[in-house]
Each structure stands twice: as structure tokens, then as C-alpha cells.
């Protein structure tokens, strides 16, 4: 039986996906896509009228993808949801370790494109609460007393994590964060005297 042939759309979201990821949005052409897609410009435009709508597709599409995996990863590690929290950053561990990894896309967008009203920004906040508000799921089902404080906290050892294995080129952040996470949610479930 054939393998059904990917959608010229579907090839050109390819290329840009990986060229994109890897060697930044400003630094890739619409032309090198093209190639490394393999098809004719009338078809790249056809589909993705301009740049700023393949960068769009690109942010979309890769931010269904990765929460997928993000969820299904934090699952897989952790069948009760007492220890997702947690296992969160054991995820992001298994992450930073592949071959290409290159950091948070959106948060390289968000350094990439200045303008704030740029509708790949949009995106980006979109991809950012999508995240928060996931990780206030996590904590809910993990029986935190205060799961949006939680929730806030893990979030950005989250993004610290992230940003320290781009810059390091090491795994290691996502231990450092796990350990200053697991100190964060033993003191709201077991706050000090003076925090009572």
C-alpha cells in the first residue's frame, strides 16, 4: 500500500516549520521555503498570500502540536495527576535533549517581530495562556489548595527553564526547575507559620 502524498500546503508548512525553528523567521526567506518545500511560488502564494500569513500558519499550527505533545508527555511520565506538576518539567527535560532543540518558537517570535500589534504576537499570547491555563488544570487535578498560584509559579520556572536550556545547550535547567518547583508546592500545601 502507498504512503498518500503530502498537500503542497502541507510541504510548504514543513519546510517553514524547520527552517523557521531552526535558523529564525527574519533569517528565512520565502524563496529558501520554497525549495526546501519544492514547489513553485504561485503554489507557496496561492496557499499563504504573503510571509506574515505562512509565519501565522507556522505559529498555529506548531502550538496544537506541541501542547499536544506537552500534554501527552506529562501523562506518560505521570499516570496520577498528584505528580504532573512535577512531571511537567521532566517533559521538558526529554525536550531540551533532542537533537533540535532551539528553545520556546514563540517566545523567538515574540523576540523577532517588534511590533506588538503584529498578528504573530497574537499567537504568542494565545500559545502563552493556552500554557498557563493548562498548567492550572494540572495543578487542579493535582489538589493544590491555590491551583492559579501554583499554576503561576510553574509557568514561570516554565519559561526560566526554557530560556536557561537555549542559552546553556544543557538539559540541566529542567532539573533546577523541578527542584525549585517541588519547593514552591510543598510550601502551599504546608505554608509556614508566618505565611499562614
Known amino acids: 500500500m502507498s504512503t498518500p502524498t503530502r498537500s503542497a500546503r502541507e510541504r510548504i508548512l514543513d519546510a517553514a516549520s524547520v527552517s523557521f525553528y531552526r535558523e529564525g523567521i527574519r533569517a528565512v526567506g520565502v524563496d529558501a521555503v520554497i525549495a526546501d ?37 506529562v501523562e506518560r511520565i505521570s499516570p496520577e495527576p498528584a505528580g504532573r506538576p512535577l512531571a511537567v518539567f521532566d517533559a521538558l527535560a526529554e525536550w531540551f535533549s533532542s537533537d533540535d532543540f532551539r528553545g520556546c518558537a514563540f517566545l523567538n517570535a515574540a523576540a523577532e517581530i517588534a511590533d506588538p500589534h503584529h498578528p504573530a504576537r497574537g499567537v504568542v499570547r494565545v500559545h502563552e495562556e493556552r500554557l498557563a491555563a493548562h498548567l492550572g488544570t494540572i495543578c487542579s487535578e493535582a489538589g493544590f489548595p491555590d491551583p492559579p498560584t501554583a499554576a503561576a509559579d510553574l509557568f514561570l520556572l516554565v519559561e526560566g527553564a526554557i530560556v536557561c536550556a537555549l542559552v546553556e545547550g544543557t538539559p540541566a535547567p529542567a532539573a533546577r526547575a523541578r527542584a525549585a518547583a517541588a519547593r514552591l508546592l510543598a510550601r ?4 509556614t507559620p508566618e505565611e499562614r
Do not use: I, N, Q
Not at 502551599?188 to 505554608?191: A, K, Q
Open 37 to 73: 518545500a519544492g514547489v513553485a511560488k504561485a503554489t507557496l502564494y496561492r496557499h499563504f498570500p504573503s510571509k506574515d500569513a505562512l509565519v501565522l500558519a507556522f505559529l498555529e499550527r506548531r502550538d496544537a502540536r506541541w501542547r499536544a505533545w506537552f500534554a501527552e508527555a
Open 188 to 191: 502551599s500545601t504546608h505554608p
